[in-house]
């Protein structure tokens, strides 16, 4: 498990979300609950979790050098963290896996959507919200971000837990740092070699092996997926207990997921999106989709380019963004999102991401409410 010891430090829109999500309670109610440039060649590894063709990195002399570096800077014993990286595997599934999407691939909104607004999670959201009730209802008042976000993004993450990848974390990240594909659109070798650095920051904090933990290919960790930088910085203990469990204490991953959202700018009782009819005018609708997920104009400039809000959106007090979503070969969706769903983008920088996570939560709320309601009138 992963602990560490603490640190100090309704819209229209909403209201119609509900009511569609409404809709889905009786089928969902029905469910059964490349090569190595190295000094020395590296060895075939004896095990690997996740590929035959995984490989050891040895001593390669980068990465041994890099080791020193990281231990000076952060205090830290070179030796261990030369012997730790000459035990990582390079994984060329890790490779494939963060590969883009072959150029020409058409985004589909509707095609994302329905992989995660659909009776499985929904279901196991329900019963997520059952049984960690009270840490949401804690987090919500601390922070203002909703239960339905909080539990929208564990459910998209990791589907409540049962879904948090099965790499180790050190071979995820030294394949991508130090050997990130070379036919990637742009080089992010830079941000997982901070986010390994980071791993063994935090595998001394919490006195663990940094060969023993488990996440996703891309070195995320946890029910909530944290990257390792993202555990120093913004996980909390939620219950008190004097420890940090991101695997397998709700709490702490609720609290956490709430506390990394407000850090990231989370307006306490602003909706995340408004529905929207976008200029008819070319020219207009290129102005207000040039900022992409930034929020930059306001509820007057988006009247003036010609885009029509709903009546909650005419009132918006602040920025927001005209956001599209493909449809593969269909014509896209448009929302207006605010500085919330700006938010939420800040955990995965995807709008299809931030509104799949926004639709999960609606719906798994109104199921939540929906028997709720049943219980109460029994």
Known sequence: MLYFPLRSGASGTRRHAITLALALVAAILALPAPSLAASKK????LQSDNAADAVTYGRRDELM????????RRGLDAVQLQQALAQARLQ????????????????????????FVEPVRIKAGVE?????????????????????VIVGIIGVETLYARQMGNFRVIDALTTLGFDFPANARRDRSAFFRDELEALFVL?????????????????AIGMP????SSILRYAVDGDADGRIDLHGNPADVIASVAHYLAEF????????????????????????LAPDILPSFSAAQFAERGAVLDAAGLGHVGPLALVELQNGEAAPSYVAGTQNFYAITRYNWSSYYALAVIELGLAVEAVWLKAQGSTGSS
């Open 265 to 288: 700018g989370w307006q306490r009782g602003m909706t995340t999106h408004y529905g929207v009819a976008v200029p008819v005018e070319v020219v207009d609708r290129a102005v207000l």
């Open 225 to 228: 997926q944290f990257m390792p």
């Open 203 to 219: 595998a001394q904090h919490q006195g663990i092996d940094p060969l023993s933990l488990k996440g996703s290919y891309a070195g």
């Open 65 to 72: 050098n890099w080791a020193t570096e990281v231990a000076e």
């Open 92 to 115: 060329p599934a890790v490779q494939r896996l963060i590969a883009p999407p072959p150029a020409g691939s058409a985004k589909n909104w509707a095609a994302y959507r329905a992989r």
């Open 42 to 45: 590296p060895q075939r590894a």
């Open 128 to 148: 997520f919200w059952r049984q960690n009730e009270a840490a949401l209802a804690q987090a919500q008042e601390r922070t203002g971000v909703p239960a339905s």
